[in-house]
């Protein structure tokens, strides 16, 4: 079962909007809507940002938004922030109770 | 509030056996799965199984299965992740999680590094 794919890669400028694509299968992305996005800074455990593919937890601010379309996921920065720099990572459920990620994206903030 | 916090960081031999562990507090440790996954240094986040803490019914990822052993005691509302024999390859931060109904990660332990080094 091969990692959900990611970019390796996105950037942008303070204020601006980024997008991350999360690219998987109708067995899994596409299949379900249980996409979720976790943010990991260097050196911590990972946090939760969306879930469902379009939910917030409690706490998340507003800037961060989540969408699928067929079989990609995609999470949205907007009025990115110095913080918001770190690793991002897609998990979709697979069926049979089987989960999986993506492959994880570092967002540099320029 | 929710925590989970695990044990300690881990230096093993190559074929030597290890528990880590989770504990869950601040909530019914019942009422939750409790998940498992690697990252590996430098690299991405894998999922590795899921318990039930209820009656202990366990689902491993196909990349784990047979490799680690998932177990919990709700008594103590404590989930386990157990090596028989470890490897060099098993070098890796672990990471237990608390999963929602629909499977998201809503609160992480701290993290467990293992480190398997002759």
């Known amino acids: 079962q091969s990692a959900l794919t990611q970019p390796r890669s996105v950037s942008g400028s303070p204020g601006q909007s980024v997008t991350i694509s999360c690219t998987g299968t109708?067995?899994?992305?596409?299949?379900?809507?249980?996409v979720s996005w976790y943010q990991q800074h260097p050196g911590k455990a990972p946090e939760l940002m969306i879930y469902d593919v379009t939910k917030r937890p409690s706490g998340v601010p507003d800037r961060f938004s989540g969408s699928k379309s067929g079989n990609t996921a995609s999470l949205t920065i907007s009025g990115l922030q110095a913080d918001d720099e770190a690793d991002y990572y897609c998990c979709s459920y697979a069926g049979s109770y089987n989960l999986i990620f993506g492959g994880g994206t570092k967002l540099t903030v320029l | 509030e929710v925590q989970l916090v695990q044990s300690g960081a881990e230096v093993k031999k190559p074929g030597e056996s290890l528990r880590i562990s989770c504990k869950g507090s601040?909530?019914?440790?019942?009422?939750?799965?409790i998940s498992w996954m690697r990252q590996m240094p430098g690299k991405g986040l894998e999922w590795m199984g899921r318990i039930d803490p209820t009656d202990s019914y366990t689902y491993y990822s196909p990349s784990f299965q047979g490799h680690v052993s998932i177990s919990a005691d709700k008594s103590i509302n404590t989930a386990y992740l157990q090596w028989s024999s470890l490897k060099a390859s098993d070098t890796a931060m672990y990471y237990c999680a608390r999963l929602r109904a629909t499977f998201p990660a809503d609160y992480w332990g701290q993290g467990t590094l293992v480190t398997v080094s002759s």
């Open positions: 601040g909530y019914s440790f019942t009422n939750y799965w």
């Open positions: 109708s067995s899994d992305v596409g299949g379900y809507n249980f």
